[in-house]
């Protein structure tokens, strides 16, 4: 007996009602509404804000994950790359650094860095003038180790003048969007460099070396106090749109959240134009088939490096808006739980490769986030109200920091309760098939 599908059986169906979808979202501004009824405008309205911010650090990794099935687990990085162009981009120019010779003596480091990586390079080609490999590669290693000495002696005879006379070197006094897409360039640069080394890896050994590389990103930052301030942080921010102290808090957030709004309406319509395109097609025929797309003569490796890439560019543009709305750039604020596993259940929540599921699971996951803690601090209150008529109980000092780790229960539970009910997703990635 035949197992081949007839051919009626691979046409699309119908389009049907998206009932669910109606249905989800009904839930979640029933949800919203709730919110804004029990903790103000102001408060609520940074609440969504701050979710749509999340929702295109979302798109990002459901890019990777869901179209590609490239598994990063170094969200965190990449978000922080996009804070820390925000920063340098939107602060005042600092006149104590730029009004002096400081500049000039960083200029000419960063040349011999430029020359330096050259020169290692020229020594890895060495094989090409009839040098066996085994030697030149001894000889690119004490070329390469001592260049690196010799640089980061002169960086840090530049950066200690630079923290004893002018702090930091301060900002551009550009408008934040600027630093918004270059912060998305950059951390679609470093996705490049990173794609090059990691991307012929299996799924496992790639989270464990994203994950590696986030966390590099951060010591980086946290310890370059000439360029970041470091632990001492940089605020306030500017917005691009009015801020609270022009048009008050509730506006000012709302303004922000409109145009948060409108670049995750362009995002969501270029995905979906680009996720059913013959691009989006060869896309997911490499990740459900690798071999087999290999076989159609596809280039694999440059289709990942792309959507990796892609999902990178993202990431930095979404952790570029998230720090300016914050108005504070601190590196120690980037945390793995905050800021890749949180972005992680949105995605899982929402459904891997449905970018309208993503955008849903992003303000779903961060409302829950949010409001757990007022949750838990409401429950913990009427407990303690009963015990101490009852039982006569003492409530505890410190229920406020007992109610904020309800957060990582409360995401522990869900996550575990999609992976039991819904392991694709509330909005699973419908597949088509076409004639």
């Known amino acids: 007996m035949s197992t081949q599908p007839k051919r009626e059986d691979l046409v699309a169906a119908p389009s049907r009602f998206p009932l669910r979808e ?6 979640l501004m029933l949800a919203v509404l709730g919110v804004y009824a029990a903790m103000g405008a102001a408060y609520s309205t940074r609440m969504l804000v701050e979710a749509a911010c999340y929702a295109i650090l979302a798109l990002g990794l459901t890019i990777q994950w869901g179209y590609g099935g490239q598994f990063n ?7 922080a790359l996009g804070g820390f162009c925000a920063m340098l981009f939107s602060v005042p120019i600092n006149d104590a650094f730029w009004g002096t010779e400081l500049p000039g003596e960083l200029g000419r480091v960063l040349l011999y860095a430029i ?4 020169v290692v390079i020229g020594v890895t080609r060495l094989d090409r003038l009839g040098v066996p490999k085994t030697l030149r590669t001894v000889i690119a290693v004490v070329v390469g180790l001592i260049l690196y000495l010799v640089v980061i002696s002169l960086l840090r005879e530049v950066t200690g003048e630079i923290e004893s006379r002018a702090g930091f070197i301060g900002g551009f006094g550009l408008p934040a969007w600027v630093g918004w897409i270059v912060g998305g360039a950059l951390a679609g640069g470093v996705g490049y460099f990173i794609g090059h080394i990691c991307l012929g890896l ?15 990103i951060k010591a980086f ?17 500017p917005w691009p749109t009015p801020g609270p102290s022009e048009v008050g808090f509730t506006l000012a957030r ?9 670049v995750i309406a362009v995002l969501f319509f270029l995905l979906h134009r680009a996720y059913h395109a013959p691009w989006g097609r060869m896309i997911r025929a ?3 088939n690798e071999v087999a797309a290999a076989a159609m003569g596809k280039d694999i490796n440059r289709r990942r490096l792309e959507i990796f890439v892609l999902g990178c560019i993202l990431m930095g543009l979404g952790g570029g808006m998230l720090t300016s709305f914050n108005s504070l750039f601190d590196p120690n604020g980037y945390l793995p739980l905050n800021h890749t596993f949180l972005v992680l259940v949105m995605v899982i929540l929402g459904g891997p490769g449905n970018n309208l599921g993503t955008i849903f699971g992003a303000v779903a996951v961060y409302i829950i986030w949010i409001m757990s803690g007022p949750m838990a ?26 109610a904020l780790q309800a957060r990582v229960l409360v995401i522990g539970v869900l996550i575990t309760a999609v992976l039991r009910f819904a392991p694709k997703g509330l909005l699973p990635e419908k597949i088509r098939h076409h004639d």
Do not use: C, H
């Open 202 to 216: 299996r799924s496992d050994y790639l989270a464990i070396a994203t994950l590696g590389i986030a966390e590099i």
């Open 22 to 27: 109606v249905l989800l979202f009904a839930a």
């Open 286 to 288: 490499i990740r459900d």
């Open 221 to 237: 930052l946290k310890n370059s106090d000439w360029l970041t301030r470091g632990t001492a942080t940089v605020s306030p921010l």
């Open 254 to 262: 709302a303004l922000y959240l409109s145009m948060t709004a409108v």
């Open 377 to 402: 601090l409401w429950l913990m209150q009427l407990i303690v109200t009963f015990g101490e008529g009852a039982f006569g109980w003492d409530a505890p000092s410190n229920m406020d920091s007992r």
């Open 115 to 118: 020359a330096a990586t050259l």
């Open 73 to 79: 687990a170094g969200v965190m990085g990449f978000v």
